[in-house]
């Protein structure tokens, strides 16, 4: 596999084959961060239900812990056929296995900088650039706007340090002569919409 490299002004994270290796290794730490949620029992549906005659679908949700689409199919399942069973749902084939699921978690931690179709095109997966964001989504990773600042170097210092030395004498008629301001704008190297992978 060809090297994969994502500058980000000065720093860079450099994905091969060896860290893809080390992926495999680390996918056991990502197991426990992929297990579903346990199916609604009998009991907790019925439950919904007699919460349905007085509560709006959200306010079971938060009471419940249930995701609000989970309350919906259920008060809509008994609305429709008077039962509380889940209503049925379609069978789509999930486009990845669990394992390539721990590999995209594993992907993202090791670089949060990559995007969802360096990510893909990585590990090689053949599945739409939007699928590896709902894979993340689902572990609760979301995609953030990175915090960026531009660090002092040596030349900078030295940069102030002259000022300070030329203005050292300065009276306040001179000062008179300056304006202060407190917005500036300066062009940088970095990519002001770069983004990052974090636990939400």
Not at 161 to 183: G, P, Q
Request: glycine share 4%; aromatic share 6%.
């Amino acid at each position: 596999m060809q090297p994969h490299r994502y500058a980000y002004g000065k720093r860079a994270a450099t994905m091969t084959s060896t860290n893809v290796h080390m992926l495999r290794e680390k996918k056991d730490s990502f197991r426990k961060l992929l297990k579903m949620a346990p199916r609604v029992t009998l009991q907790q549906r019925e439950a919904i239900v007699h919460m349905g005659r007085t509560m709006s679908q959200r306010a079971i949700s938060a009471a419940t812990g249930r995701p609000l689409p989970t309350v919906n199919r259920i008060l809509r399942a008994f609305q429709e056929d008077s039962h509380p069973q889940d209503a049925v749902r379609g069978e789509q084939q999930r486009p990845t296995t669990h394992e390539e699921d721990l590999f995209i978690v594993a992907a993202a931690v090791d670089a949060p900088f990559l995007s969802g179709k360096e990510i893909r095109d990585l590990l090689k997966l053949k599945v739409s650039a939007q699928t590896i964001p709902r894979r993340l989504h689902d572990v609760d990773m979301k995609s953030g706007i990175a915090a960026q600042k531009t660090l002092l170097e040596r030349s900078h210092r030295e940069q102030r340090m002259e000022l300070a030395s030329v203005v050292e004498d300065w009276t306040a008629e001179n000062w008179r002569c300056v304006i202060f301001s407190d917005e500036a704008s300066f062009g940088t190297c970095l990519d002001p919409q770069a983004r990052v992978w974090r636990p939400d």
